[in-house]
């Protein structure tokens, strides 16, 4: 594999904090600047919404890109870039987001289910979640704070399984969690890569040695599931730990590796990889998004739309939006 630069985005003036892909390339960006941003496949800007706080976590699903912000709302756009509404979600909710077919998962000090309304469907006390990903019918929480994944029942928020790591981290916000067929990969310090053909009880195949993750930085897999891209960058104040970007494959063997100044997460689509950094020069922050093509990869064939018909997008995303104006300052320091 190699990577050849495509383009760049700089537009953001803090780091990057998360990425998702919507299955036609667009692009959505969540910023430590209180900004998200929707792009194109050409880096083209289609959409931006500014909070009051910090872009904590991005995800997307059936037509629809959602954000978390630490002001304790969620920012939901239409996938060609729309602004639609924002759902107060409060600050036992406002650091990570997964979304679903008709709604979201928000979490922190608790996790809870929303539909697109805005309506609480269930609220689960988890203590210190920064990443969470919904798969297979159940919601996978990377709890920083406990050091512990958990498994959640997506229909009734019950925790079914938990799983701890011997690694402890002062970082705020530090573990981090992805999915892709039957593969769960999560980061605590180390990568462990899980079986998940039981999805409520994850097998570990294998865990990576000598990474020293700290912060969100989550996993981005291949659309095949064969690879997986990871942001090792260990920060102790300044940006200057490993910088590394790391592609795995499935069994554990290290088959590409990079230097890249500052890198903070991956999105992975086809045969693009999106590459978020944090950048400082001693003074003040900075972020830009590179977009890449992989060289030597081939992404599988699409599926064809006759046999998976595009959902009801009116039936799956009711109309109406939000007016309330953000809370005040949160019970727990967040990041600044």
Same mark, same amino acid.
């Given at each position: 594999?190699?990577?050849?630069?495509?383009?760049?985005?700089?537009?953001?003036?803090?780091?990057?904090?998360?990425? $998702?892909?919507?299955?036609?390339?667009?692009?959505?960006? $969540?910023?430590?600047?209180?900004?998200? @941003?929707?792009?194109?496949?050409?880096?083209?800007?289609?959409?931006?919404?500014?909070?009051?706080?910090?872009?904590?976590?991005?995800?997307?699903?059936?037509?629809?890109?959602?954000?978390?912000?630490?002001?304790?709302?969620? !920012?939901?756009?239409?996938?060609?870039?729309?602004?639609?509404?924002?759902?107060?979600?409060?600050?036992?909710?406002?650091?990570?987001?997964?979304?679903?077919?008709?709604?979201?998962?928000?979490? =922190?000090?608790?996790?809870?289910?929303? =539909?697109?309304?805005?309506?609480?469907?269930?609220?689960?006390?988890? &203590?210190?979640?920064?990443?969470?990903? +919904?798969?297979?019918?159940?919601?996978? $929480?990377?709890?920083?704070?406990?050091?512990?994944?958990?498994?959640?029942?997506?229909?009734?928020?019950?925790?079914?399984?938990?799983?701890? !790591?011997?690694?402890?981290? &002062?970082?705020?916000?530090?573990?981090?969690?992805?999915?892709?067929?039957? !593969?769960?990969?999560?980061?605590?310090?180390?990568?462990? +890569?899980? &079986?998940?053909?039981?999805?409520?009880?994850?097998?570990?195949?294998?865990?990576?040695?000598?990474? &020293?993750?700290?912060?969100?930085?989550?996993?981005?897999?291949?659309? =095949?599931?064969?690879?997986?891209?990871?942001?090792?960058? @260990?920060?102790?104040?300044?940006?200057?730990?490993?910088?590394?970007?790391?592609?795995?494959?499935?069994?554990g063997n290290l088959v590409y590796s990079k230097e890249m100044y500052g890198i903070?997460?991956?999105?992975?689509?086809?045969?693009?990889?999106?590459?978020?950094?944090?950048?400082? =020069?001693?003074?003040? @922050?900075?972020?830009?998004?590179?977009?890449?093509?992989?060289?030597? @990869?081939?992404?599988?064939?699409?599926?064809?739309? $006759?046999?998976?018909?595009?959902?009801?997008?009116?039936?799956?995303?009711?109309?109406?939006?939000?007016?309330?104006?953000?809370?005040?300052?949160?019970?727990?320091?967040?990041?600044?």
């Amino acid at each position: 594999m190699k990577l050849e630069l495509l383009w760049t985005f700089d537009q953001p003036s803090n780091g990057i904090k998360d990425m $998702a892909f919507s299955p036609n390339g667009n692009l959505g960006i $969540a910023s430590k600047d209180r900004c998200a @941003y929707i792009l194109d496949p050409n880096g083209n800007l289609l959409g931006k919404e500014c909070g009051g706080g910090i872009m904590a976590g991005a995800g997307y699903s059936n037509r629809v890109f959602g954000f978390v912000n630490t002001d304790d709302y969620v !920012y939901l756009f239409y996938e060609d870039g729309t602004f639609w509404k924002k759902i107060e979600v409060g600050d036992s909710h406002d650091l990570a987001i997964a979304l679903f077919d008709n709604g979201f998962v928000a979490c =922190d000090d608790y996790c809870a289910k929303y =539909d697109f309304n805005g309506n609480k469907l269930w609220d689960t006390e988890v &203590d210190g979640v920064a990443d969470v990903v +919904v798969h297979k019918g159940y919601v996978y $929480a990377a709890n920083w704070w406990s050091n512990k994944l958990q498994i959640l029942d997506l229909n009734t928020g019950r925790t079914i399984n938990e799983i701890s !790591y011997d690694y402890y981290s &002062d970082d705020y916000c530090s573990d981090s969690v992805n999915a892709c067929g039957n !593969y769960l990969a999560v980061i605590a310090g180390e990568l462990y +890569v899980y &079986d998940i053909s039981d999805p409520t009880s994850p097998k570990l195949l294998w865990k990576s040695n000598g990474l &020293d993750v700290h912060g969100k930085h989550t996993p981005a897999f291949s659309p =095949d599931c064969k690879y997986i891209a990871v942001a090792d960058n @260990y920060w102790d104040d300044e940006p200057d730990g490993n910088n590394m970007l790391k592609i795995f494959d499935i069994n554990g063997n290290l088959v590409y590796s990079k230097e890249m100044y500052g890198i903070w997460n991956v999105a992975w689509w086809k045969d693009r990889l999106a590459v978020g950094y944090v950048l400082y =020069d001693g003074l003040i @922050y900075d972020g830009e998004v590179e977009m890449y093509k992989i060289i030597g @990869y081939e992404p599988p064939p699409e599926p064809s739309s $006759a046999s998976e018909p595009l959902p009801n997008l009116t039936e799956a995303i009711p109309c109406g939006s939000s007016s309330s104006s953000p809370s005040g300052p949160s019970r727990r320091q967040k990041e600044g």
